[in-house]
C-alpha cells in the first residue's frame, strides 16, 4: 500500500469516528500494513500525519470522542475549545476544572496533564481568544486587568470595549 492509499483509508476512517478518534495502531490494521511501517510509507511520524489532516480541514467536530487513547494535540485542543466555549457562556473567571473536564469528557487529571494549573489553563484561553480574536473573552479579561487581553491588537480591544460599555 502507498501513502495516497493509506491516507484514503484514514480519511474513511476519520469520516466515521472523528479525527481525534483516529490511532497509529487502528489505522495501520485497516489498511493492512505492518504498525513499524508507518513513518516510512507515510514519511513522517503519526503526528505529523494527524496535523496535515487537521490543516486540511479533514475532520468531523460533532462525532462522541473515544474514552480510549486519542491524539494528544487534538485532545489538548478539544479540551482547550470547550474552556473557550465554557469562558463565553459562563464567564472567564468562572471555568473550573471540573466542569471543563466533564464538557470535555476526560478526568480532570488530564485537564491538568495538558494545562497545569487553572491559571495556566485560563492564560491559554485568553491567549487563544486574543489569537482569534473572540471580544467576548477578551472584554472579559480586559476588566480584569489580564496582561494577555491588554496586548491584544486595537481593533479587538476597541470591539472588546464596545461589549463592556453594553453591558
Do not use: W
Not at 38 to 60: Q, W, Y
Not at 99 to 128: D, H, N, W
Amino acid at each position: 500500500m502507498n501513502r495516497q492509499q493509506v491516507k484514503e483509508t484514514a480519511i474513511a476512517m476519520v469520516k466515521k469516528a472523528g479525527l481525534i478518534n483516529l490511532s497509529r495502531r487502528e489505522l495501520c490494521e485497516s489498511a493492512g500494513i505492518p504498525d513499524g511501517s508507518f513513518p516510512h510509507i507515510m514519511g513522517c511520524n503519526f503526528a505529523d500525519f494527524v496535523e496535515e489532516l487537521r490543516k486540511e480541514g479533514i475532520s468531523t467536530p460533532d462525532v462522541p470522542v473515544s474514552k480510549s487513547r486519542a491524539n494528544p494535540a487534538l485532545r489538548k485542543d478539544q479540551i482547550l475549545t470547550v474552556a473557550i466555549e465554557m469562558a463565553k457562556e459562563q464567564g472567564y473567571h468562572k471555568i473550573t476544572r471540573d466542569a471543563v473536564a466533564e464538557c470535555a469528557g476526560v478526568s480532570m487529571g488530564l485537564v491538568t496533564r495538558y494545562f497545569g494549573t487553572m491559571e495556566q489553563l485560563k492564560t491559554a484561553v485568553m491567549r487563544t481568544a486574543v489569537k482569534q480574536g473572540i471580544p467576548e473573552i477578551v472584554a472579559q479579561g480586559l476588566a480584569n486587568g489580564d496582561d494577555h487581553a491588554k496586548k491584544a491588537p486595537a481593533e479587538l480591544k476597541a470591539e472588546a470595549a464596545t461589549l463592556l460599555a453594553n453591558f
